[in-house]
C-alpha cells in the first residue's frame, strides 16, 4: 500500500472549518473524559498500543524480504506495514483487522523475534492483554498497577466466592480490596471490548481531487485487492491464533 487511509482520513477532517472541529474537540474530549482515559492519551500516547509502531529486528527484516519462514500472507503485510512506519491502529484499518485480531499478529510476530519489545512496557501489555495472552491480573501486575501479593490475595478472594458459588470477575475483586478504582477496571475493559470492533473507512469519503484521481482509482483497486487477500487467508489465521498461547480471561 503506497498511501495511508487514516492519514488521508485525518488530513480531511483537519481541513474542516475551526468552528466545526472545535465542536467535534469537545464531544471527544467529554468521551474521553467519561472513559476516564482523556489525560493518559495525551500525556502518555508513547504508551498507546495504537499508536505503536512496531520495529523490525534484523530477523523480521530478512524474513519480509526473502520470505524463507514461509509464514502466513497476513504476517507478511503486518511487517510490512511496521517496515513502513504505519502504527498499530493504521495496520489495522489497512488490513481491514480488528485491535484484537491484529494485536494476535503482533504477538505472534514478538514471540518469533521478528519485532522488537517496545520501550513502553505498557504497549506490550496491552497487545498481550486484548490478545488473551494474560489474564486481567497479570496485565494489571505487568504495568505495576498492583503488586504480586496483591494479585495472589485477589485470586484467592476470587476462590473463595467460587467455592460459594458466586463467582466475581477479578476486576470487580481488586475494586472491593481497594487495590484499584472502578473507572481503572471499566476503561481496560471497554478497550478490550472495543478491541473486538473493526474500523472501517469508507475509500469513498477519502480526499478526491482532478490531480489525484488516478491514484485514488488505484489505490481504491489495491484496497479491494487487499480485502480479497485478507477473506482468503481468514482460513490460515486459526493457524496464527493457535500458535499464540492462549488463556482463559
Known amino acids: 500500500m503506497k498511501r495511508n487511509i487514516f492519514k488521508l482520513f485525518l488530513n480531511k477532517f483537519l481541513a474542516y472549518p475551526l468552528w466545526v472541529k472545535q465542536v467535534v474537540f469537545y464531544r471527544l474530549w467529554q468521551n474521553m473524559q467519561e472513559q476516564n482515559c482523556d489525560r493518559f492519551v495525551i500525556n502518555h500516547p508513547d504508551k498507546n498500543f495504537a499508536m505503536h509502531i512496531p520495529t523490525l529486528t534484523f530477523r523480521g527484516k530478512q524474513e519480509l524480504w526473502d520470505k524463507k519462514g514461509g509464514l502466513d500472507g497476513n504476517i507478511y503485510n503486518f511487517l510490512k506495514f511496521s517496515h513502513d512506519g504505519y502504527n498499530i491502529l ?142 482468503a487467508l481468514k482460513k490460515a489465521m486459526t493457524k496464527i491464533v493457535n500458535a499464540v498461547k492462549t488463556y482463559d480471561f
Open 90 to 231: 493504521e495496520i489495522a484499518l489497512n488490513m481491514f483487522m480488528s485491535m484484537e485480531e491484529v494485536s494476535k499478529l503482533y504477538i505472534f510476530c514478538y514471540e518469533q523475534k521478528l519485532i522488537e519489545l517496545p520501550e513502553q512496557i505498557e504497549v506490550h501489555a496491552m497487545a498481550e492483554f486484548i490478545s488473551g495472552k494474560i489474564t486481567t491480573g497479570e496485565y494489571f501486575l505487568k504495568i505495576g498497577s498492583i503488586e504480586q501479593d496483591q494479585l495472589d490475595y485477589a485470586l484467592a478472594e476470587q476462590h473463595k466466592t467460587d467455592d460459594k458459588n458466586d463467582h466475581l470477575l477479578i476486576g470487580k475483586i481488586f475494586v472491593n480490596l481497594g487495590y484499584l478504582t472502578e473507572a481503572t477496571i471499566k476503561t481496560v475493559f471497554k478497550l478490550k471490548t472495543d478491541a473486538k470492533k473493526r474500523f472501517v473507512i469508507n475509500p469513498e469519503n477519502l480526499p478526491d481531487n482532478k490531480d489525484d484521481t488516478k491514484s485514488i482509482d488505484k489505490y481504491k483497486e489495491e484496497i479491494q485487492k487487499l480485502k480479497d487477500e485478507n477473506k
